[in-house]
């Protein structure tokens, strides 16, 4: 992926979390620069010579808006953009509050609509590509993820709608769509540590065809891909990134 990315300057969203962490290693790896943000400080960590650090809340134009302006007095120009910030909900609809469906489709729905809408200018200059994590819960129905579900499918929409609409500026726009990941994402719906929640990660990594789980690295390569020129006719995609699950 070297020479596909050693020019690249890109936001990463979520980027304190397993795949963000994954795709600013990769990116910067492959000889590219980053603009991680997340709401956690602990994205600080990721700081370097290669990697300015914006905390903010991911669903404010203003959080963006410091995005992209750093990436260009950073590193002069911006021709990424990695919408990874999500929340996950695991809940039956009746113990799904309003409030809790109107955080979580915020934070899930507006935060990429917020980053796109400030990142066209720039993705325009460089013809730039947008990437999204969607989830296989925005393809298929789950038990317990109607919130979850519906955020991500929404996401997948506005993929394919931003793809149609920024084409004619040459921004590409696609999605992954991932199956489950080996991350601590949905660690507060889990058992404790022990045999129950290992038996549990075992039986969701047996429901994929491949019989495992992915890690944020397959995730975080396909991202890459579809930020790179090799899928330069690409756009408008959701590409599962499952273990064969959706295709089950």
């Known amino acids: 992926m070297s020479a596909a ?38 994205v600080e960590a990721l700081a370097s010579d290669d990697v300015a650090v914006v905390v903010g809340d991911v669903a404010e134009p203003s959080t963006a808006k410091r995005a992209v302006e750093l990436a260009h007095t950073r590193f002069g120009k911006l021709t990424g953009l990695v919408n990874n910030a999500a929340q996950f909900k695991l809940a039956a609809i009746e113990e799904t509050t309003a409030e809790e469906w109107d955080q979580i489709m915020r934070i899930n729905t507006r935060g990429p609509f917020v980053h796109i809408r400030s990142s066209i200018d720039a993705l325009t200059q460089s013809r730039g590509a947008v990437v999204n ?12 993820q109607t919130l979850y579900g519906s955020t991500k499918a929404a996401v997948h929409q506005m ?19 991932p199956g489950h990941i080996s991350t601590g994402f949905m660690d507060a719906f889990l058992p404790p540590e022990g045999a129950e929640r290992d038996a549990l990660l075992g039986d969701i990594a047996a429901q994929h065809p491949l019989g495992r789980s992915t890690t944020p690295e397959e995730v975080a390569a396909s991202i890459l891909f579809l930020l790179s020129d090799r899928s330069a006719t690409i756009t408008g995609v959701v590409l599962p990134v499952d273990g064969g699950y959706t295709a089950a």
């Open 5 to 42: 990315h050693a020019n690249s300057v890109t936001i990463v969203t979520g980027a304190a979390g397993g795949v963000g962490s994954a795709v600013v290693r990769g990116l910067v790896a492959a000889g590219g620069k980053v603009v991680a943000e997340d709401l956690s400080p602990a």
């Open 133 to 144: 994590t969607g989830s296989m819960s925005g393809l298929i129905g789950l038990q317990g």
């Open 159 to 177: 993929t394919r709608m931003a793809a149609i609409e920024l084409a004619s500026r040459g921004i590409r726009v696609n999605a992954v769509a």
